[in-house]
C-alpha cells in the first residue's frame, strides 16, 4: 500500500512556464517533506525540504507548499528552464525516524 | 571526492545465481541504505544501517541482505536471484537521519533471467 502517491507519471511545461508537481500522503505522523530531482543514469539529488510547522518554503526558483489537513505537498519551479527535465520524486519521513519514504515519482519534460 | 561508490554499474543474472553489489563512501556517513527503483513504483527501501555493525530492514528486504562491518561498506547480497529482482539499485549514506544531506550512488541496473 502505497504511503506517498504521485498521481502524475508525467508532466510537459514551456519553458518559462510554471511547472507544479504534486504528491499525496495518507499518514498524518509525517512531519518532514522533501523532494528530489533525478536525471538519467544518475541518483537522485537533494532539492528542497518542508517541515510540518510551515506551510511553505522557498530556495530560487523552486518553492515547496505543504497542506497538512489534506495530506498534500507540491513543488513549484518558476521560470521553469530546459535544465529542470528530470524525475522528480517526494520523499517523507519524521524527523528522528531511520525510513525515508519514497513517492511514485513525476517525470518533467520543459519544452524550448 | 568520491562519494557515494557503486559497482557493477550493470550485471546480468540467471535466476538462482548469487552476487553481492557493493556500496562504498568516503564521507565518513555513519547511515547508509539501499533503495530500488521500478517503474510506478518510486524507489523503496530495502535495508539500511544507522552504524557498523546495526542494521534493519526496510519496505522490501526479501530476498536480501546486508552487513555493516565498517563505515564504509554496506554491501547488498542476493542468495538465489529471482526475476522480481530485476530493478534498479541506488545506494545512499548520510550523517544521520537528517535527510537533505542523503548522497545516493549512481545505481546499479540488474537484470535476472
Known amino acids: 500500500d502505497q504511503q506517498v502517491k504521485q498521481n502524475s507519471p508525467s508532466l510537459s511545461v514551456q519553458e518559462g512556464r510554471i511547472s507544479i508537481l504534486n504528491c499525496d500522503y495518507t499518514n498524518s505522523m509525517f512531519d518532514y517533506f522533501l523532494w528530489y530531482k533525478k536525471y538519467p543514469a544518475e541518483g537522485p539529488t537533494f532539492l528542497i525540504s518542508?517541515?510540518?510547522?510551515?506551510d511553505k518554503n522557498e530556495d530560487g526558483r523552486f518553492t515547496v507548499f505543504l497542506n497538512k489537513s489534506a495530506k498534500h505537498l507540491s513543488l513549484h519551479i518558476v521560470p521553469s528552464q530546459p535544465g529542470d527535465s528530470a524525475v522528480y520524486f517526494c520523499?517523507?519521513?519524521?524527523?528522528?525516524?531511520?525510513?525515508?519514504?519514497f513517492g511514485t515519482g513525476t517525470r518533467l519534460t520543459i519544452i524550448p | 571526492n568520491a562519494g557515494v561508490t557503486q559497482t557493477p554499474k550493470f550485471q546480468v543474472l540467471k535466476t538462482g545465481q548469487s552476487m553481492t553489489l557493493q556500496c562504498a563512501q568516503d564521507?565518513?556517513?555513519?547511515?547508509m541504505s539501499w533503495y530500488r527503483q521500478d517503474p510506478g513504483m518510486g524507489l523503496r527501501l530495502i535495508h539500511y544501517s544507522v552504524g557498523a555493525g546495526i542494521t534493519d530492514q526496510g519496505e522490501v528486504p526479501n530476498g536480501y541482505n546486508v552487513s555493516r562491518s565498517t563505515t564504509e561498506d554496506f554491501p547488498l547480497r542476493l542468495l538465489s536471484a529471482a526475476p522480481s529482482q530485476t530493478s534498479v539499485y541506488f545506494c545512499?549514506?548520510?550523517?544521520?537521519?537528517?535527510?537533505?544531506?542523503?548522497?545516493f550512488g549512481s545505481g546499479t541496473q540488474l537484470s535476472v533471467l
Open positions: 564521507m565518513n556517513h555513519e547511515y
Open positions: 520523499a517523507v519521513s519524521n524527523f528522528g525516524n531511520e525510513k525515508l519514504t
Open positions: 545512499a549514506s548520510s550523517y544521520g537521519t537528517g535527510f537533505e544531506k542523503l548522497f
Open positions: 518542508i517541515s510540518s510547522i510551515k
